[in-house]
T-cell receptor
């Protein structure tokens, strides 16, 4: 069966510091991968998606970037965090039928 | 106007009640409809996945799609305190795997 991992689970970072969040998927090959951000009490905002290694599409202009160095690894990065980057970051993969399956999330607080 | 509208709630019901959660949408191209359950500080979990119009039942949960009215529902029978969560609807057209999400409805089932 497929599983999706995210780490760290919780992160507190100062403004201006770098960021690296990692997501890995097991049990499937060549999945579509997604990064979402969820602000408190709000819906999901799609940040990036990837259909293959090295292929990244950005949905929202921001100071975040994403990379896919391996088939089942998706990384979200920033060189300098802003206060507005605080939120709950979710990684997801999609099946051929289109359902998306989410990881446990990373709660980021920027102080 | 958002593509997918969902009442944010909170919706508070007594244990054992029948719960009705709803979404309306504006894009007639949507063909696949999903419901996710999200517990506090957790990733969304896929509950129901339906194609086009009609009903789908899984245990205490029934998903209903009315494409003519652009309206989808999730019914929960015999609601339990463990059903307390935020419920997100999501949908997509035939082509592609990008989901459009509602903002979520927070449900509280009181013992």
């Amino acid at each position: 069966s497929q599983t999706i991992h995210q780490w760290p689970a919780t992160l507190v970072q100062p403004v201006g510091s770098p960021l690296s969040l990692e997501c890995t998927v097991e049990g499937t090959s060549n999945p579509n991968l997604y990064w979402y951000r969820q602000a408190a009490g709000r819906g999901l905002q799609l940040l990036f998606y990837s259909v293959g290694i090295g292929q990244i599409s950005s949905e929202v202009p921001q100071n975040l970037s994403a990379s896919r160095p391996q088939d089942r690894q998706f990384i979200l990065s920033s060189k300098k965090l802003l206060l507005s980057d605080s939120g709950f970051y979710l990684c997801a993969w999609s099946s051929p039928g289109g359902e998306q399956f989410f990881g446990p999330g990373t709660r980021l607080t920027v102080l | 106007q958002k593509e997918v509208e969902q009442d944010p709630g909170p919706l508070s019901v007594p244990e054992g009640a029948i719960v009705s959660l709803n979404c309306t949408y504006s894009n007639s191209a949507f063909q696949y409809f999903m419901w996710y359950r999200q517990y506090s500080r957790k990733g969304p979990e896929l509950l129901m996945y339906t194609y086009s119009s009609g009903n789908k039942e899984d245990g205490r949960f029934t998903a209903q799609v009315d494409k003519s009215s652009k309206y989808i529902s999730l019914f929960i029978r015999d609601s339990q305190p463990s059903d307390s969560a935020t419920y997100l609807c999501a949908m997509k057209p035939n082509a592609g795997n990008m989901l459009t999400f509602g903002g979520g409805t927070r449900l509280m089932v009181k013992p």
